[in-house]
């Protein structure tokens, strides 16, 4: 495994160093595509990175959030299938907003139609864009208790899909939180209060 991937492996002590290293890799991408006058598209978590780290080296830089495009993988929805509102505690817009974009001075924060969730109403818009643009810059993301990425569970966990090959092929969709997902974020989103947390979701695909 060593001999595999060890050039490509960064190993850190801490979560706030993991923090630390992807802001840095952030600003690294951001300075590269502003000397060339171009838009950089990333594709951001909620919950493993602490984005207090992306705005604390971004004042740090003087750097401008204006040509940055940033899509966020998923967001939680009521038991009608819309949004939840800013002001639920589980909100994923406000959790951004509040780690990250807060921090930053206004005139140097994203352009508004630059931050994307996935829409309800229009779940397939993201793959579109995605595709239009043939691809993001750079994804980041982590393993949840199931091997899920964004809110996508393994078949052989509870997720939709029934097999790796359509779990490969899934795309941005409105979906039921797998039990085992929704202990993970009673452990840590929520913390143990299980009345508050969303049973449905809308969430980016593996495609």
């Not at 780690?99 to 005139?107: A, C, G, K, M």
């Not at 352009?111 to 643009?133: C, H, M, R, S, Y």
Request: glycine share 6%; net charge negative.
């Amino acid at each position: 495994l060593k001999n595999r991937i060890g050039s490509r492996l960064t190993i850190v002590d801490t979560a706030d160093d993991l923090s630390t290293y992807v802001a840095c890799e952030f600003c690294n991408l951001l300075e590269k595509k502003q000397k060339k006058d171009e838009m950089l598209t990333v594709i951001l978590p909620v919950g493993p990175l602490d984005y207090s780290f992306f705005a604390l080296e971004i004042n740090k830089r003087n750097l401008s959030l204006k040509n940055v495009r940033i899509i966020i993988m998923d967001e939680y929805l009521d038991e009608d299938d819309n949004i939840i509102p800013l002001s639920h505690p589980m909100s994923f817009r406000r959790f951004v907003n509040d780690t990250f974009f807060s921090h930053i001075v206004r005139e140097k924060r994203p352009l508004q139609d630059n931050i994307i969730f996935p829409d309800p109403n229009n779940p397939g818009a993201v793959t579109k864009l995605i595709d239009e643009i043939s691809g993001a810059d750079i994804l980041w993301g982590g393993f949840g208790i199931t091997g899920h990425i964004a809110f996508n569970d393994p078949p052989s966990m509870f997720g939709e899909p029934e097999d790796l090959e359509s779990f490969l092929a899934s795309k941005t969709r409105k979906i039921t939180i797998s039990p085992v997902s929704n202990a993970q974020m009673l452990m840590g989103g929520s913390f143990g209060n299980d009345e508050i947390l969303p049973k449905r979701a809308i969430t980016i695909g593996i495609y």
